[in-house]
């Protein structure tokens, strides 16, 4: 009697999706790899589908390209598991850098892993990684916390959280926000904090200017900021005893018998004590309704 033929399982068929670090500034950083891979794919991921259309256009990399940005990537999904899931593969890239860095693309990476596909990185420049290389401050430890929120409680606590931090730390922001961010960090204590601003890595023009915070936010003041900014706070000064309440208090009593308004003593105190805006406004409010002694 003839045995029973056991049908083989059905093959899982699997795609793969390549994160690709793209320049972030000079294309002649573009890794070799990374061609190669943009070269091979069958579709290309991008968050802005005519910057990387010239790109490609350069590396003479004929391939499918759509479009992949932080209004449509929810819907974007579907497609991108559809196209892994015919054992097809897919490249993933920004603007600049890498994706999922202040970039569109964590939801389709997780999407994917969670599908089952392979997810391979392809690094390439990092805005981040370039600037603490010039910056002259230690990259044993820092932390890397994107753009500041533009406005609300969350920039408060934003730069509250910078204040706090001990550690080398990486901002990203916007040239025409420089100034202004820099001047609030200013008033909530950190104008004596060693930074460095740079500008327009990799490219013809690239500056790095160093100094205080409270030297830079002068230094920009007086001109026009063009091109992607990447500023470098060196280490903080965190785990420090914090001032003594009674020799802030006593402070704050000798400038308001001086003539200075409210405003005015809690900005001192930021500035000397390394005080948070909230916490220098709480101690002159203090002293304004204490009676005098």
């Known amino acids: 009697m003839a045995k029973p033929r056991v049908s083989a399982p059905p093959r899982v068929v699997t795609g793969t999706l390549y994160v690709v670090g793209t320049p972030i500034g000079n294309v002649d950083d573009m890794p070799r790899r990374a061609i190669r891979i943009l070269r091979s794919v069958d579709v290309c991921y991008a968050e802005d589908t005519r910057h990387t259309g ?9 391939v499918s390209l759509r479009s992949l940005h932080m209004h449509n990537e929810r819907a974007r999904v579907d497609e ?74 969350e920039r408060s606590a934003w730069i509250d959280d ?90 704050a009593r000798h400038w308001s018998r001086d003539g200075l308004r409210r405003r005015e003593i809690a900005g001192r105190l930021a500035a000397e004590f390394g005080l948070s805006r909230n916490e220098a406004y709480r101690v002159s409010l203090q002293v304004q309704e204490a009676p005098s002694e």
């Open 54 to 62: 010239t790109l490609l256009a350069r590396l003479r990399a004929d």
């Open 80 to 153: 991108l598991l559809a196209v892994l899931g015919a054992g097809r593969s897919a490249a993933l890239v920004s603007d600049a850098g890498t994706p999922t860095v202040s970039d569109p693309g964590c939801r389709a990476v997780a999407a994917a892993r969670d599908a089952g596909h392979e997810v391979l990185a392809v690094p390439g420049p990092s805005a981040v990684v370039a600037a603490l290389s010039v910056s002259g401050f230690s990259a044993d430890r820092f932390l890397f916390v994107g753009f500041a929120p533009r406005r609300g409680g």
């Open 162 to 251: 910078l204040r706090a931090c001990a550690d080398t730390v990486v901002a990203f922001e916007a040239p025409g926000r420089l100034v202004a961010l820099l001047e609030e960090l200013v008033d909530g204590g950190l104008g004596e904090r060693k930074a460095v601003v740079c500008r327009e890595l990799t490219k013809l023009h690239e500056e790095t200017t160093t100094g205080s915070v409270r030297e830079l936010a002068s230094a920009f003041a007086t001109r026009e900021v063009r091109g992607e900014v990447t500023i470098v706070f060196g280490a903080g000064t965190a785990g420090n005893e914090a001032p003594d309440l009674a020799v802030l208090m006593e402070e």
